[in-house]
């Protein structure tokens, strides 16, 4: 039985933190290209962050393109963002 106050740490394989940003641009066939150049660009600002500028370590796992709705009172939207995964 659990009792308040305890706490545990936990590893979750195969999980990875994710974050979107909003993509504004139309779908193009260099869009692999531009996503690899904005890992990169992550990549890097994470580490000169971290303190790390000349560091080469890789953060983001992931990136893909995904489809979202929102609806305000009267309209409905259609987004589209990357979707970010790091390790």
Known sequence: MWTVGQKTCMHVHGVFPYLFVRYYAAV???LSS???????GLDKAINIA??????TRQH???ISLVSGMSVSISM???FQWLR???M
């Open 60 to 62: 983001v796992y992931k």
């Open 84 to 86: 970010v995964e790091c």
């Open 34 to 40: 531009y996503l690899l150049d904005f890992a990169g």
């Open 76 to 78: 409905l939207y259609l």
């Open 50 to 55: 971290l303190g790390s500028a000349a560091s």
């Open 28 to 30: 193009e066939p260099s």
